[in-house]
């Protein structure tokens, strides 16, 4: 399993929603400035690295996230945008999930044989609360995308998009409270509305987690780490709509067929998580394993390569 590409680093903050930036928080964690922008190296190319036998290591049918430590449209990676178009370009058998706080800069920065908009390309665009869904919105719907999503994340004021969802451009509607450094709240009866607007017009709506602090019949809820997208799956507000169709083909075309498309793998925890209708599935990398099991699991694996 394969998830986020970043072919650059680094961001410039832009809206409310940056106020407490996660990319932030983990560089400083690492004595870095999240405003230090950089094109990376080995990552750059990351959705064409190959194995030794030649097949690619993101299998056809993966959905990659891109650029989560940044901003896919941000005015410091103009140079290197054309390349990563290439990329994707060159791997039309793959998903790519784009999200943006900067779609006035799109239009502009699109490659010259875009035309109506790449099949593998899903595009969103970052709705914290009214004023930049208002802001941001009206600009996705007039951009020439196949497929179009919003993120509300961080989720830090009530956002109504029901005269967005009528023009029937968006198929797929992302929420998630805030988190790392940040904790304002997220209120549940904002996450309640947005599914519902969702469900009236059967938009896919992922409640992917509560955030650190979720608000609920008044009262506050603080909770970490992996309880945020348990608690979300409980609130049962995650719903698959219409189906998504990607026209996902190979370097000469051929629609790829379901049965040699990525099937995502979800282990225990993945039943009951929230982002689980979004995600591109488990990596088994143990991280949301408790830790004594983890320490079980470590003393076994180490038996097992002594023997
Ligand atoms: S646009 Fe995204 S990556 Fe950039 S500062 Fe804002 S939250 Fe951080």
């Known amino acids: 399993m394969h998830d986020i590409w970043n072919p650059w680093h680094g961001c410039k903050k832009c809206s409310e929603g940056c106020q407490n930036c996660y990319m932030y928080f983990l560089d400083k964690m690492r004595d870095k400035n999240g405003a230090e922008i950089y094109k990376t190296k080995a990552g750059f190319k990351y959705p064409l690295s190959k194995h030794r036998n030649g097949q690619y290591k993101v299998k056809s049918g993966e959905m990659l996230r891109v650029c989560m430590t940044s901003d896919f449209f941000l005015e410091e990676a103009d140079a290197w945008r054309d390349d990563a178009w290439d990329i994707i370009k060159k791997r039309p058998d793959v998903k790519l999930f784009l999200l943006t706080k900067r779609p006035e800069r799109v239009a502009e920065h699109l490659p010259p044989d875009w035309g109506e908009g790449w099949e593998n390309v899903m595009f969103n665009v970052s709705c914290e609360n009214q004023r930049r869904a208002d802001e941001r919105i009206p600009i996705l719907l007039k951009l020439p995308f196949k497929h179009k999503g919003i993120m509300c994340a961080p989720f830090i004021g009530a956002v109504s998009i029901k005269k967005y969802l009528a023009s029937g451009q968006i198929e797929q509607v992302l929420c998630d409270g805030e988190n790392y450094g940040g904790s304002r709240p997220c209120h549940y009866e904002w996450v309640k509305a947005l599914h519902d607007e969702c469900s009236e017009y059967n938009v896919t709506f992922v409640f992917c987690g509560t955030g650190r ?44 067929s379901e049965d040699d498309m990525y099937k995502p793998y979800f282990g225990e925890k993945c039943q009951c998580c929230g982002m689980r209708i979004a995600c591109n599935g488990c990596s088994k990398c143990g991280k949301c394993i408790d830790p004594l099991s983890r320490k079980k699991l470590i003393v076994v694996v180490k038996k097992l390569l002594l023997r």
């Open 213 to 256: 602090c979720f608000v609920k019949d008044g009262r506050t809820y603080h909770l970490e780490g992996s309880v945020q997208s348990e608690q979300a799956y409980k609130s049962g507000l995650s719903f698959q709509g219409k189906h998504i169709d990607y026209i996902l083909t190979d370097e000469y075309g051929n629609r790829i």
